[in-house]
């Protein structure tokens, strides 16, 4: 029986447009172990073919999908991917790989999972973690986390702006609980959408998906946000992402790219329903139409013109909000 460790909760909506289980992808950034390492780890809890893509990824085709295992480095996996099979360039490619390991995390690229199927995944992590993979708190530079991409339930501009709101409103909250380590919170990669942008959403009554689209990219037009919105965009209008940020690390897709959550594969117990599990917090407020309004009202009184919204306040009382209502 799991415990509220380890047990997947589950969503408001848990069917697709489609009619078919949505589904989630999880991308894990740790260090600790090699490439190699990571590789037989996965397939030691995954099963599948392990193959070697070049000296920075491997693959791995499992019963749940594709993983990917690669060097997060995008210089080293662009050049090895240039490099083709030329044996002095594979040695000194080789040689950079295994010093790129030194300073930066390596990361699994799971393959998007079925809501009903997520618990398969505790014995990926249990295998890194059983492997030596350690995760956040062991360096101090690298701000080693976890991504969810969780596929959005309707492709249409209501419930994309239910979405950002209760994110936009919640975001601080979040912060404090998933415990964000204080390394990633200085790092530029898991930006909080300012709040010019939040008060643009809100002021929003029924929002076009033009206007969403326009919002979002003349506040956010950098990968770098704890909700990176822009692969959803660009499945929607890639070109008009494009545009506005030309970056080929966006691949478009059907799914909100959440990146907050520390990673801490090397503690015992940790597992990524802990991440998943705060997450579904805006998955529930979204959800609940009259309480996103409500949440949003609130906001609006207590932020504080010139000033703004005082973080620290608000958080404290978005935390009672959310126990009155039984959300958390």
């Known amino acids: 029986m799991p415990d509220e460790m380890t047990r997947f909760e589950m969503p408001p909506q848990t069917t697709a447009e489609s009619g078919e289980v949505r589904r989630v992808g999880f991308e894990l950034e740790f260090s600790g172990v090699t490439l190699e390492q990571a590789g037989q780890a996965v397939q030691s809890a ?99 986390g976890v991504h969810i991409n969780a596929e959005i339930p309707r492709l249409n501009a209501p419930t994309l702006a239910a979405y950002l709101r209760a994110f936009a409103l919640l975001q601080w909250w979040l912060l404090e609980a998933h415990e964000v380590d204080p390394a990633r919170r200085i790092s530029p990669y898991i930006d909080l959408f300012p709040e010019a942008y939040i008060r643009q959403l809100l002021a929003r009554v029924e929002p076009t998906m033009d206007q969403l689209f326009s919002d979002y990219l003349e506040h956010n037009a950098s990968r770098n946000r704890a909700l990176d919105l822009l692969p959803l965009l660009a499945h929607i209008d890639e070109e008009r992402v494009r545009r506005a940020i030309d970056d080929p690390r966006i691949k478009p897709r059907p799914a909100f790219h959440y990146r907050l959550p520390n990673c801490q594969i090397e503690k015992a117990g940790w597992s990524l329903a802990l ?54």
């Not at 499992?62 to 995008?74: C, K």
């Not at 973690?129 to 701000?143: K, M, Y």
């Not at 997450?279 to 207590?302: K, M």
């Not at 013109?305 to 959300?327: A, K, M, P, Q, Y």
């Open 46 to 144: 995954a099963g599948g073919e392990l193959k070697p893509e070049s000296v920075a990824e491997l693959t791995l085709d499992a019963d749940l999908g594709r993983f990917n295992i690669e060097v997060d480095w995008d210089f080293l996996k662009r050049t090895a991917a240039d490099a083709g099979g030329e044996g002095g360039d594979d040695r000194w490619l080789e040689l950079l790989s295994r010093t790129a390991a030194l300073v930066v995390p390596l990361e699994v690229v799971c393959p998007p999972v079925p809501l009903d199927r997520l618990e398969e995944l505790h014995p990926l992590v249990e295998a890194l973690r059983d492997a030596g993979a350690t995760g956040t708190e062991e360096s101090l530079i690298a701000a080693y």
């Open 275 to 328: 991440s998943w599990n705060i997450w579904c917090v805006v998955e529930r407020l979204a959800n609940q139409p009259a309480e996103l309004e409500q949440l949003g009202d609130a906001f609006l009184e207590q932020a504080d013109g010139l000033l703004g919204i005082n973080r620290f306040r608000w958080t404290g009382f978005v935390s009672e909000w959310l126990r009155d209502r039984e959300l958390v």
